[in-house]
C-alpha cells in the first residue's frame, strides 16, 4: 500500500535519513521504532508532504507523493495523528472532528462517522461543545485520533501516541488502534514504547540514526538479543 | 452629550471595520499589511470614478468590494505568498517591510495620477442628517455606515462560524500545519482570507470617500486600525468590535471636553494606558 524506497531527507543541509526503504502492505500494522532524534518524525514529515525528500520514491497504492502538498495527500487517503496531539485548542471538540472530515468525500459521511466516533471514545460525546485545549492529555489524543476517523481514510501514520500519558490510557489508546487496525485500517506506528509496541504490531522497523538497522515480525524482534538489549532494557544474557 | 456619544459610536464601527481587515490578515497568516489603509483610499479614487459615471458611492461598494478583493488576491500571488512556510516572527518581519514598499508605491503613486490634493465624494445628501428629538441629530451617510458595518460583521461571524471553510480557516489560524493534515489547502486559505481582507477595506473606502481623503491618509487610518486591532487583542478577530467601538467613543468625548485638537492625542494616551494595564488588550486572551 505505502512503498517508501531509498529515501533521503534533510533539514537544509543535514541529512536526517538515509536510504530508507519500508512497505506497508493492505490491512498491517507495522511499527517504527527508534530513540529521539533516529529520525522516525522526519520520516512521518516526509511522507505526509510537510518535508520534500531529497532522494528516492515514495509511493501510495501506485500514486508518486513526492512533490504532493500535505492536502493532496489526505485526499488520497493518508492521515496523520501528529505528535503532541495537535487538536486546535480554540475550537470545541465537534468543530475539531468537523475539521477532520474536510475531505469532500469524508464530508457526506459527516453524521455516520461522527456517531462512529462517539461509539469508539463516548468521552468525547460528553465534551462535544468544550474547547479541546480544555481537555487532558489523555482525552486529546483520543480526539486526536477521532479526528483522522472522521476523514474516512485506509492508511493512518500514529506519531508517539503515548508520549507525556499515563499507563491507563496508553493502554486504552493501544486498544483503540488494534481495534481500528481489525478493522481495515493500515497503520504505520510509530513509537518509543518499544514492548507494547512490539507486542500490537505485525512487522516493525528499527530506526538507528536516520537507517533501518532491523526489520523483523515483531514477534522475533521482542526476543531478538541485540533489540532486548537496547529497546527492552534486558540483560543480553 | 448623546450627540456626542453616537458620533463616537458610528466613528468607532467605521474604526472597527479597518480593524477587521488587519486583524484578519495577521490572526490567520501572521502577515502585518501595512498597506491596508493605502488600499481602502485606492478604493475611494475607484468609488470617486464611479460617483463621476454617475453612480451612487452606496451602490458601488459591491463592485469595490469584487475588485479589491480581486487586487487582494493578486497581490497576495505577487508579493505575499513566498512567506507562507516562514516561521512566525520572520511572516512578520518580511510582510511588514513588503507591505510597507507598497504603502509607499500606492501612495506616490496615487499621487502622481490624482495629486495630493483632498478630494471628496459629494452625493446630494452628503451632510444631511435627521432630527431624532430636538436637538439630538444623526447624520444619514454616518448610520447607513454603521449599518454596513454591523451587517458585514454578523455576515463574517456567519462565515466563520457556519461554513466549512470559513472553520477551515480559523483551524488554519490557530496551528496550520494541523489544519494542513486534515486536508486543508492551507495556502488557498491564506489567499482567499488576504483577498476579504482587501474586499472588507470596500465600506471604509467609501465611507472615507464622503468625508475626505488624499493619497497620503491611508496610513493615518491604518494607524487608527492597528490600534483598534492591539486594544482588541492581537489576533482576536472577535475583539475588534467593542475595541472599534470603545476608541471611537473616546475620542468623541474627547472632543466633547478638549476640542478637536486633541482627538488623536487623547486617543492615543488612553490606548497606552490601557496596553501599560492590559498588555494583551482589552479582550486579549492570556498567552500560553
Known sequence: MLKVEHLDAHY?????????????????LVA??????SGKSTLLRVITGLLPPTQGRLTYKGTLLNNLTP???VNLGISMVPENRRVFPKMTVLANLEMGAFPNKAREDKHKSLNKVYEVFPLLRERAQQFA??????????LAVGRALMSKNEFFLLDEMSLGLGPIIVQNIFEVVIQINKEGISILLVEQNVPVTL??????????SGRIVKHDKAKKLLNDPYVKGAYLGTSIG | MLQTLTYGILNGLLYSIIALGISLVFGVMSYLNIAHGSLIILGSYGSLYLFYFGLDPFISIPILMVSLFLVGIILFKLLYSRFVSLVEGLKIQKSLLVSF????????????????????????YSGMSFEVFSGFRVPLIGLAGGFLAIIVIIALHLFFSR?????SVIAVSQDPEAASLMGVNVKRAFLISFGLSVCLGAIPSVLIGLQAFSPSVGIEWFNKGIIVVMLGGLGNIYGVFPAGLFLGIVEAISVFFFGAPYREITGLV???LVLIVFPNGLFGSIPE
Do not use: C
Open chain 1, 12 to 28: 537544509e543541509d543535514l541529512q536526517v535519513i538515509w536510504d530508507l526503504s519500508l512497505e506497508v502492505s493492505q490491512g498491517e
Open chain 1, 32 to 37: 517504527l521504532i527508534g530513540s529521539n532524534g
Open chain 1, 71 to 73: 492536502h493532496e495527500i
Open chain 1, 133 to 142: 485545549g480544555s481537555l487532558s492529555g489523555g482525552e486529546q489524543q483520543m
Open chain 1, 199 to 208: 507486542r500490537i504490531a505485525d512487522r516493525a522497523y528499527i530506526l538507528e
Open chain 2, 101 to 124: 514598499g507598497l504603502m509607499l508605491v500606492i501612495e506616490h503613486g496615487a499621487t502622481m495620477i490624482w495629486t495630493s490634493d483632498e478630494k471628496s465624494i459629494s452625493p446630494f
Open chain 2, 163 to 167: 461554513t466549512y471553510f470559513g472553520k
Open chain 2, 270 to 272: 488612553i490606548f497606552v
